[in-house]
């Protein structure tokens, strides 16, 4: 049947089509579509699939604006979630993947790298209450590795492991020249609320210990911290 295509959720879905076609009444060129549970998509198709560039409407108000590649979306696009988040970036097979900005509806903000909608490699954690940043390595969605965290006042640079920081590091204090260094001891909190098999969300509480304090002795110190 000429007129069968996959909606966003997989479903093979009719529909109302009105737009071009090819020799074989295929959906090819430029085109609108209309699903029975409410979606549109208008954009280009090759040979019956999305191809090119489209914007994809979902019945809940979500909606995705970019290129598509065989039914998917891949390259670069736009996609708006039903509670207003935001993610503008690159996309392959479905997923969020490469770098992209995502708004979040809280109104913080990620820029940096994804792998398979998740947060992966390079990248900068913007919080909107705190107003400060996170910036460094990611992995599986949470920060790890070596990283900082810039606040109004000072910086901090350490280590992070699944978004807790653990380890040697240290805080700069660039308005009154001061580098104090220490380490970050990580404490597992225990919920009895948690089942018996496992924690779900296990959650850590970093204490710091102050090891040593030292002068920032010239403006270049500063400006590498």
């Known amino acids: 049947m000429s007129d069968d295509e996959l909606s966003?959720?997989?479903d093979l879905n009719i529909g109302h089509y009105e737009g071009d076609r090819d020799?074989?009444?295929r959906r090819h060129g430029f085109g609108k579509a209309f699903f029975p549970n409410g979606d549109t998509y208008e954009g280009e198709y090759l040979h019956g699939?999305?191809?090119?560039?489209?914007?994809?409407?979902?019945?809940?108000?979500?909606?995705y604006n970019g290129d598509y590649i065989d039914n998917k979306r891949e390259g670069r696009g736009t996609?708006?979630?039903?509670?207003?988040?935001?993610?503008d970036g690159r996309w392959d097979l479905d997923?969020?993947?490469g770098y992209g900005i995502y708004e979040y509806e809280n109104g913080d903000r990620y820029e940096g790298e994804w792998f398979r909608n998740r947060k992966t490699g390079t990248g900068k954690y913007f919080h909107k209450e705190s107003e400060s940043i996170s910036?460094?390595?990611?992995?599986?969605?949470?920060?790890?590795?070596?990283g900082s965290i810039h606040y109004g006042y000072c910086n901090f640079q350490g280590r992070f492991n699944a978004n807790v920081v653990k380890g040697v590091g240290k805080f700069i204090f660039p308005k009154r020249r001061i580098e104090i260094n220490g380490v970050y001891?990580?404490?597992?909190?225990?919920?009895?609320?948690?089942p018996e098999d496992g924690m779900l969300n296990p959650q850590y509480r970093s204490i710091w210990t102050t090891n040593s304090m030292k002068p920032l002795e010239d403006i270049e110190d500063?400006?590498?911290n």
């Open 8 to 10: 966003e959720s997989g």
């Open 23 to 25: 020799e074989l009444e």
């Open 49 to 63: 699939r999305r191809n090119g560039k489209g914007v994809y409407r979902f019945a809940s108000g979500a909606f």
């Open 79 to 87: 996609f708006v979630y039903p509670d207003g988040s935001k993610y």
């Open 95 to 97: 997923t969020r993947h």
């Open 135 to 146: 910036e460094g390595q990611w992995v599986d969605g949470k920060m790890t590795g070596q």
């Open 185 to 194: 001891k990580a404490f597992l909190l225990v919920d009895e609320s948690f």
């Open 222 to 224: 500063i400006m590498q």
